[in-house]
Nanobody
């Protein structure tokens, strides 16, 4: 069992930057595949970014490509950061991190492929 907690959300102006962090606790001796998702009011949960369990492969949603960067601080992906630059009002959402022991990246963009979820952190971008 692993617990995830996101941090770093807040209220910023358009064009600003934020860095979100996802910290895992509990069973962290196994490497996890980690994904970031977001959900705005009235919208479906959207894939933002993901990192493979070996940390070598990075994935981004089309709407954030070139602006967001995912990174891991260690080989187990127990702390995964999401650097968000050039934020836009449409980036406003609750951001969730998710993890799974799966080593496959075929379904990394699918929310249903993750076993563990954090409670989320609010990001609000004003125009």
């Amino acid at each position: 069992q692993v617990q995830l907690v996101e941090s770093g959300g807040g209220l910023v102006q358009a064009g600003s930057s934020l860095r979100l962090s996802c910290a895992a606790s509990g069973r962290t001796f196994d490497p996890y595949r980690v994904g970031w998702f977001r959900q705005a009011p009235g919208k479906e949960r959207e894939f933002v970014s993901g990192i493979s369990s070996d940390g070598r492969r990075l994935f981004y949603g089309d709407s954030v490509k070139g602006r967001f960067t995912i990174s891991s601080t260690n080989t187990k992906n127990s702390v995964v950061n999401l650097q968000m630059n050039l934020l836009k009002p449409e980036d406003t959402a609750v951001y969730y991190c998710a993890a799974t022991l799966s080593r496959s990246v075929a379904d990394i963009r699918s929310a249903s492929s993750y076993d563990y979820w954090g409670p989320g952190t609010q990001v609000t971008v004003s125009s």
